[in-house]
């Protein structure tokens, strides 16, 4: 799977920063949202369209402490 979409909260540090990411591989896509960097809390869910995998991961973009900031690019 690649990452279609990807923002970060723009916090350093094992507590603070978190990644809201959307993979897919042209027919199934995967929200993931990680607190804390590599060795942090994960929370997955799998969709059937992307459309509703964006829709998913933006839910979670509501934290009004964190300036999201989109970083899809850094991945294409």
Do not use: C, I
Not at 1 to 9: G, I, L, Q, T
Not at 27 to 54: N, P, S
């Amino acid at each position: 799977m690649r990452v279609v979409r990807h923002w970060w909260n723009q916090q350093w540090g094992r507590l603070a920063r978190r990644d809201v990411y959307v993979r897919g591989d042209g027919t199934r896509f995967e929200v993931e949202v990680a607190q804390g960097g590599a060795e942090g809390k994960r929370w997955v869910a799998l969709f059937d369209g992307l459309d509703d995998a964006v829709e998913e991961a933006e839910k979670h973009l509501t934290d009004p402490h964190d300036r999201w900031r989109d970083v899809s690019d850094a991945h294409r």
